[in-house]
């Protein structure tokens, strides 16, 4: 049991490493990631095979702009605000730039929550989510996808824990695992749970939570066992903090590979003009610039897919 001064005391810390992950340089996957040169823009051409399969009289959320969802969470290398605390940068924000002025549009980035994303999208109140949403089978049935990056999940625990390796569905019976609500990683763990309660073994128990901070405290003090969620995201953070170590990493449509995908409303039209920005932008080379800028270099891909399979196919 952990007393009120040691609980006051890992909040500072988790606190206080929040903040500098908006100010501290960090080097992690081969790359070195500074915040401050990321501040400045990666740019690209418009793209006129991209352009000319647009929609004939398509309605974009904002004329003559590419609206996009992009989640609101302080979670580098994918979302972080700049010192403004305005402005989101991450490697999501840049891709968004890239298919926006490959399609000869201005970008417009929403701030939003991830539950916020699937009615917006539908709605046509954005043109397009980028906000780490990996292609399933379910979300295909209502979403168009444009692929982009692949999907590598990973389990962190603190440096004390006794975890050795999380691989497995029986690795995390007993255990409270932290991870994000409508998220693939949570239906990765709730199936493993499933699985594990069908051979008597303990459930599981998850902890959910979107804020860093209060994510750092659960594992500091004890009262999360794991982190599960974007192997970036986690390596990030063990990299700036020193603080976790990862334990184990899954595919994002365990049991098989799947990709991170330009989410888009089903039969706008839109797939297929993002998929072609996107493949033109990885032949040019500013794709692969905008990875290796936020340590992502590791989940290129080769090619831009419009709704291949996904978790659950």
């Known amino acids: 049991m952990q007393n009120k001064k040691t609980v006051v005391a890992l909040l500072l810390i988790a606190l206080s490493g929040s903040t500098a992950a908006a100010e501290t340089d960090v080097a992690y996957n081969g790359q070195h990631v500074s915040l401050e040169a990321n501040k400045t823009p990666v740019n690209t051409a418009k793209n006129p095979q991209a352009v000319a399969r647009l929609p004939q009289g398509f309605h974009f959320a904002v004329p003559g ?7 609101a969470q302080n979670s580098p290398p994918l979302t972080v605000f700049a010192d403004d605390n305005k402005t989101l940068l991450g490697s999501e924000v840049d891709i968004a730039r890239l298919v926006a ?11 939003t929550s991830w539950e916020d994303w699937p009615l917006g999208v539908a709605s046509g109140k954005y043109d397009a989510a980028i906000t780490n949403i990996t292609v399933t089978k379910d979300r295909k049935e209502k979403f168009d996808f444009a692929t982009y990056r692949k999907d590598s999940l990973g389990f962190y625990v603190k440096n004390s824990s006794p975890v050795k390796s999380l691989s497995k569905a029986e690795d995390i019976a007993g255990l409270r695992i932290i991870v994000g609500s409508g998220t693939n990683q949570e239906a990765i763990l709730l199936a493993w749970d499933k699985e594990n309660q069908s051979k008597g073994l303990k459930p599981f128990t998850p902890v959910y939570s979107k804020d860093d901070a209060a994510q750092t405290l659960a594992l500091q ?17 063990a990299a700036l903090k020193g603080q976790t170590r990862l334990v184990g990493s899954v595919d994002g449509g365990w049991p098989k590979a799947a990709h991170i995908a330009v989410t888009l409303k089903k039969g706008s039209g839109l797939a297929e003009p993002v998929s072609i920005a996107l493949n033109g932008v990885i032949a040019n080379g500013d794709y692969l610039k905008v990875l290796n800028r936020w340590g992502e270099g590791v989940e290129r891909i080769e090619r831009s897919e419009i709704n291949p399979p996904g978790l659950g196919d």
């Open 221 to 237: 003090s004890g009262r999360a066992d794991a982190y599960f969620g974007p192997n970036v995201i986690g390596a990030w953070k």
């Open 65 to 71: 702009s590419f609206t996009v969802a992009v989640a």
């Open 101 to 111: 002025e490959s399609l000869g549009l201005r970008l417009n980035v929403v701030p």
